[in-house]
């Protein structure tokens, strides 16, 4: 929530630290299901939403990077 009101380039940092918290959500919930701590459903029901913010946060750094990039696309 904090990154969606910085200028684009005070946002990335904000975006890397989302993803890597995601990550470290996505490790632990594995753990869980590892060790048989969750049941399959309920492993499957968090993991499917979690996956999908991993893709829109990893959207999200990907064209914060391109814009904040010094060459314009196209140019070399």
Do not use: C, H
């Not at 913010?53 to 064209?63: D, E, P, T």
Request: proline share 4%; glycine share 6%; charged share 30%.
């Amino acid at each position: 929530m904090t990154a969606f009101f910085l200028s684009k380039k005070e946002k990335v940092p904000y975006v890397r630290l989302a993803i890597r918290k995601l990550d470290t959500l996505k490790v632990m919930l594995l753990v869980l299901w590892e060790t048989r701590s969750i049941e399959n459903k309920n492993y499957i029901v968090l993991s499917i939403p979690l996956d999908e913010s991993g893709k829109m946060l990893g959207g999200w750094y990907n064209q914060l990077e391109k814009q904040n990039s010094p060459t314009k696309a196209g140019e070399k």
